[in-house]
């Protein structure tokens, strides 16, 4: 008891004196604002009404004070006890300037300014009869603010009036907003009055009138006069167009000429030299001497035509997708009054086209001490307007390798060289017509690749790919991804005794250099909100789905089981269906802050031609991206461990259903330097008993056989790149016997052999998710 006292007065001495030294650096008669108290006096408001408001106003007075964590100040601890730096650069500049925090002093505080904003912002809220007193208060060399509001009552709307009776035909457009249920609008009765949902109102009425053909007009045309006679804290609100509101917001337009520049520079005179310069393409003029693209690109990008009636919608869209054809740098677009035909626009489209061709270089990589660390040199070759119709061609090349650097596989590295060749149409290539309304041009894809990989000692792989199909999206959010047919064809070579003898006692390592042909439609679903940054919510999901050789299955009749394996050019094909998903949610918990997680869930199921799911298309589980206290590819299946002889390698561990839980709390330290404390999840399975993997077959015990492990990390972030430094230790080790699965107390950071055997160190680029 007496130590506990002991403790706490100890704490408290420090508390003060870290508190005081926090103020004796202020000048004579300065003081330290330590923030302001907003209190709301309205007892006759419900009290959920009252604290709503309370919080709103909280967040008004300014200067915001220092900031604070735990009670203590360290930014201006920092700033106070970092000597002045010589020079505007250097580390001395940083600390003080760019992670410390000059002192907010009680005489940047206007309580007049803060009260009337105070006052202002009821008012706007419907609380026409608030009144707003301010005061302070000091503590030696400290103050703070007090400011006490009477809201009174709130007043509401009564009515809200829209021009009906008027001959005018902006009127009757104004009112035809509302729909012809009348309840369009944002604007109700028994609502509060509120200033924020009337400029709302205003917006959504200039919206709608801007579908309509009122190019011209403005919100600022409108005006909401307020009635606060009619009744005890009731108003009437009454829509008009303002008197001042010139004659060319009253009308609506149509579109005339459509005249585009598909090569127009920015930098130098756009001069029109020759007459077939100018081409006339169904309702457009093209002026373009170089002939730079088909016109029919055109088709899919412009949604106006030569009579139609402007609208914002179209006008928008227009523009998206000329931008989203990714071969434009620049897009500008104008509207003038046209000279021919009374309430006309041309339209003009000025359009500055990308470097033809580019070459781009990118390095990645990572390294795990209880993995593969490795690195990858990419090079990419454009074409963005391959065939005049703004294709895009990329043939990239690429070499890398994944190195173990310590443990039972050292030695055993991989490396990779390969090459891929892409060509996008921005269109549905199809015997059937398909059209899309969003703002993104739908595109067709083609691909083939290849890849050769060596493990050294081991084994070679030759993997060839081929794909054809679709990638569009209905809106910033949702974007789909459809192959019809996507072909991988993988052949072993140069299989070593090494690897053939260990095959013998492991015959599960077979499938790894077994050929396999794969072929079959594959799509994938992704829906993302993670743009939206001042959401405390975002989500990321991708659904994956794909099989092989469905009813090339059901032609053949294939049925290993049966031992009617049939082979497309002497290699069995691969028949199976799979799924995943991949659902990740970010919730901000501060300015700096967030928890970041992800649930990944993955079934596949081989049939008729196949026992097994391909090796490439099998799950795996653990890794710098996945589990990070475990090695990459090492967790599973299930409760299975391999043995083997510690003088050769470890084989990775695959299976057919997949689980796999990730959080992590991620705050900004300082400056680039960014935080993270994380746990994770997860394992594999098989679908069926293996002999060779007991402890493997999925089952109802599935959650007790889940693999966890927990650390720490640091993200240095320089916006070109986030490096990721983790360390991880496990927590669970499903292949201990039941009972002994959970290894905390087993965790002794300060020895030796324990960290050589469980402490895992991830480096890498980019967030694992």
Wanted: glycine share 8%; proline share 5%; hydrophobic share 35%.
């Amino acid at each position: 008891m007496m130590k506990t006292s002991h403790f706490i007065y100890g704490l408290s001495a420090l508390l003060f004196m870290y508190s005081c030294s926090n103020t004796k650096y202020l000048a004579e008669g300065e003081l330290l604002y330590t923030g302001a108290d907003v209190k709301v006096d309205a007892k006759e408001l419900p009290k959920k009404q009252r604290k709503e408001l309370e919080k709103q106003i909280n967040d008004l007075p300014r200067p915001i004070p220092n900031k604070k964590i735990l009670g203590l100040r360290p930014k201006l601890y920092i700033y106070n006890n970092t000597k002045e730096p010589k020079k505007d650069k250097g580390f001395r500049h940083w600390l003080k300037y760019k992670v410390g925090e000059p002192p907010v002093t009680f005489a940047k505080v206007d309580l007049k300014y803060n009260a009337d904003v105070i006052q202002s912002f009821a008012e706007n809220k419907g609380y026409f009869q608030a009144l707003t007193t301010s005061d302070s208060t000091r503590s030696g060399k400290k103050a703070s603010a007090q400011y006490v509001i009477k809201p009174g009552k709130q007043w509401k709307i009564r009515k809200v009036i829209y021009p009906s009776d008027s001959t005018s035909q902006l009127d009757k457009a104004i009112t035809r907003t509302l729909g012809k249920s009348g309840k369009r609008g944002l604007l109700k009765p028994g609502d509060p009055y509120d200033l924020d949902v009337i400029k709302a109102e205003r917006e959504r009425i200039d919206g709608r009138l801007k579908e309509r053909g009122y190019y011209f007009f403005s919100a600022d045309y409108l005006k909401i006069q307020v009635d606060s006679t009619v009744g005890k804290y009731e108003v009437d609100l009454l829509v008009k167009v303002k008197d001042e509101t010139p004659e060319n917001a009253r009308e609506t337009y149509k579109i005339n000429n459509i005249i585009v520049y598909p090569n127009y520079s920015i930098t130098k005179e756009n001069k029109i030299t020759k007459p077939d310069s100018i081409q006339v393409y169904k309702d457009l003029t093209i002026i373009d001497t170089a002939e730079t693209f088909n016109p029919r690109i055109y088709d899919r990008t412009l949604y106006f035509h030569k009579g139609d009636l402007y609208n914002r919608s179209d006008h928008n869209l227009s523009l998206n997708r000329l931008v989203n054809l990714g071969t434009f740098k620049f897009v500008k677009n104008q509207f003038k009054v046209s000279n021919k035909f009374e309430n006309t626009l041309d339209a003009y489209y000025y359009l500055t086209p990308l470097p033809k061709k580019s070459i781009r270089f990118e390095i990645l990589g990572k390294t795990n001490t209880a993995n593969y660390s490795g690195s990858e040199i990419n090079v990419n070759w454009s074409n963005r307007n391959t065939f005049k119709g703004a294709e895009l061609l990329t043939i990239s090349a690429f070499g890398g390798m994944e190195i173990q650097v310590s443990g039972q596989n050292k030695g055993y590295n991989v490396y990779r060289v390969g090459g891929e060749t892409s060509l996008y149409w921005p269109r549905i290539i199809a015997p059937f017509k398909f059209e899309t309304s969003g703002g993104f041009v739908p595109k067709t894809k083609v691909t083939i690749g290849y890849e050769f990989q060596k493990r050294i000692k081991l084994y070679g792989l030759n993997t060839f790919r081929g794909s054809f199909g679709y990638q569009f999206k209905e809106n910033v959010r949702k974007e789909h991804l459809l192959n019809v047919t996507e072909i991988t064809y993988v052949s072993p070579t140069n299989v070593s005794e090494l690897y053939k003898q260990q095959m013998a006692a492991v015959p599960a390592l077979e499938k790894v250099i077994e050929k396999q042909l794969i072929f079959g439609p594959t799509y994938t679903y992704t829906y993302t909100n993670t743009m939206q940054k001042r959401k405390k919510h975002t989500f990321y999901f991708e659904g994956n789905l794909e099989e092989s050789a469905m009813i090339t299955g059901l032609v053949t009749g294939a049925n290993i089981k049966k031992g009617d394996t049939i082979s497309v050019l002497n290699v069995p094909f691969s028949q199976f269906v799979k799924a995943e998903a991949d659902f990740r949610h970010y919730m901000k918990v501060g300015e700096n802050s967030q928890i970041a997680s992800r649930v990944i869930v993955g079934a596949g199921v081989p049939f008729g031609n196949s026992r097994d799911l391909p090796f490439i298309k099998q799950f795996f589980s653990g890794g710098a991206s996945s589990l990070r206290a475990f090695r990459a590819r090492a967790v599973g299946p299930g409760t299975f461990k391999p043995e083997v002889d510690e003088n050769t390698f470890l084989p990775d561990q695959s299976g057919d259903l997949k689980f796999e839980f990730n959080t992590e709390f991620r705050t900004k330290l300082v400056s680039v330097i960014n935080g993270a404390l994380f746990v994770d999840a997860g394992n594999v399975w098989l679908f069926n008993d293996n002999p060779e993997k007991p402890g493997g077959k999925f089952s109802g015990d599935f959650l007790n056989e889940l693999a966890v492990g927990a650390g720490a990390g640091l993200r240095i972030d320089i916006s070109i790149l986030i490096l990721r430094l983790d360390f991880a230790f496990p927590l669970r080790k499903p292949y201990l016997a039941d009972g002994q699965r959970w290894v905390m107390d087993k965790i002794e950071f300060g020895s030796g052999s324990w960290k050589r055997e469980n402490l895992i160190f991830n480096l890498a680029i980019g967030y694992p998710f």
